[in-house]
Structures are given as C-alpha cells and as structure tokens.
C-alpha cells in the first residue's frame, strides 16, 4: 500500500461532462447544485492536449472540482451524483471524492510559493497566517450561532434529489416492519449472575456437583471395564510371545559358548 494517496474531502472528481462544457460552465453548474455560501477553490476540466478541434484541445469528459469546505463538497456531491436532471438521462453525472497524492500536493505548494516569492506584485493580505478555522472551515470568531443558522439555511435550500439529511437528533426507522422482533432467549440478571458465583464458591455445592458426576460415570464405566478386562489377557499373550527377558538371553549366550568349547574339545 502506497502511504501517500488519500482520499481528499474537498476536492470532487467530475466524470461523463459533455464535450462541450468548458470551466465556465462547469463552475456555474457546480455552484447552482451547493450551497449558498459554498466557495470554489479550482475548477478545471481534464483536456487531450494532443487532439484538437477547432484548434482548441479536447474534452477528456473529466474534471476537478474543489471547495473550500467538506460540508458543501459533500452537499454538492449528493445533488449532482447520477441526477437525470443534470445532463441526460442516458449520461448522468458520476461524482465521488478524488485520490489525492500527498507528495504530488506538496510539490505544487512548492511550486506555487516559489512563483509567489519571484512575482514583484504580489502582497500577502495581513491577518491571514494569524486565522485559524476547525475541521469544518468555520473561523472561530463565528462561534455555533453562525455555523447553525448556515445548516438551518442549507436544509430548506436541499433539493429532493440529495436524499436523507443526516441528523444526530433523528433516529432511523427499523428495517423489518409488523411487530417488534423480541428474543427467546431469557434474561441474565446481575443476582442470577451473583448467585451462580456463590454456588461455584460453596465447598458443599461443589462436592455434590462431583458426586452426580461421579455415579454417572461408573455406571457406564463398570461395562467398559469388563470389556477392558476380557481384551486384557489375550494382549498379554501377544505381549509375552514377542518380547524375550535379559535373563533369557544370558542363559542362550552361556549355552552357545558351552557348545562351541565341547565342539573344540572332540575335534582335538
């Protein structure tokens, strides 16, 4: 896995735009399907510089989108994502969030500072190293009254086609409909729970618990003991017929040797 693709939550990747689009119209399409206060950063359609016609490139029919906040990419995101209403019914747009390359993003930083240090013109507008903004992009100078009226905004302004605002507040309906599902399964109390701690903890419970165990056992132990014992002496047999004792050993050892000694005697 490559560490430094992410999935970015500002920029949209735009796919099936006719050929005919351009940036312009792009941005006006992008801007009347978000919010009100909604602001672009960058909005360029992807070209085939090789291809030309009318000597301009061709559409690639992609393109980057990005917002300065999550919130409105993710608004615009629900109203255009495969809306017939938008193109055609037949090529409807596919927007998803797009896969940023960490490194990629950092050279153009670069690139872009290095422009902004050479140009004579540029200025720097006072006070804006000094802001900081949340995760939403909301200043802190704000507070929540500013972020909660824009919500309260964005909510009557919501199209039919974005689907269903989520809401913390709001608890989803159930899945399955008629009677409420309940288990069969009974219930386990915290007394049930201490009264079975007791009962593992108390010598006398313990030694009956054994006790039962124990008669079940030697009922059905006594028959295959019986049958243990039948088996028993016939593998003792077999046993005793393979092996052959140390002492047995010794005892054929000394006759060889007696016989080879009477052998050498008779042959003198």
């Not at 108390?202 to 006790?211: V, Y």
């Amino acid at each position: 896995k490559n560490l430094n693709m992410f999935v970015s939550k500002t920029r949209l990747c735009i796919r099936n735009i006719p050929p005919y689009f351009d940036d312009g119209k792009l941005r006006k399409l992008v801007l009347k399907h978000s919010p009100t206060n909604s602001k672009l950063q960058e909005c360029k359609i992807m070209k085939d510089m090789k291809k030309f016609e009318n000597g301009k490139p061709q559409s690639k029919q992609y393109g980057f989108v990005t917002f300065a906040r999550h919130d409105d990419a993710l608004r615009a995101l629900r109203n255009l994502n495969n809306n017939p209403e938008v193109f055609s019914v037949e090529k409807r747009p596919i927007v998803d969030f797009a896969i940023e390359n960490k490194k990629a993003i950092m050279a153009r930083q670069k690139r872009e500072e290095k422009s902004r240090m050479k140009n004579p013109n540029f200025k720097g507008k006072k006070g804006e190293e000094g802001k900081v903004s949340d995760e939403g992009g909301f200043k802190k100078t704000g507070g929540r009254q500013q972020k909660e009226g824009e919500e309260e905004a964005e909510m009557s302004t919501k199209s039919d086609f974005a689907g269903a605002h989520s809401d913390p507040k709001i608890k989803t309906l159930p899945k399955h409909t008629g009677p409420k599902v309940r288990h069969n399964k009974p219930k386990i109390t915290r007394k049930q729970l201490r009264k079975q701690e007791l009962e593992r903890k108390n010598p006398k419970k313990r030694k009956m618990r054994q006790n039962d165990g124990d008669t079940e056992t030697t009922s059905g132990g006594n028959s295959n003991q019986q049958q243990q014992q039948q088996s028993s002496p016939a593998k003792k047999a077999k046993k005793n017929t393979g092996k052959i004792s140390k002492a047995e050993r010794r005892d054929e050892k000394e006759n060889k040797a007696f016989e080879s000694l009477v052998s050498q005697y008779k042959n003198k």
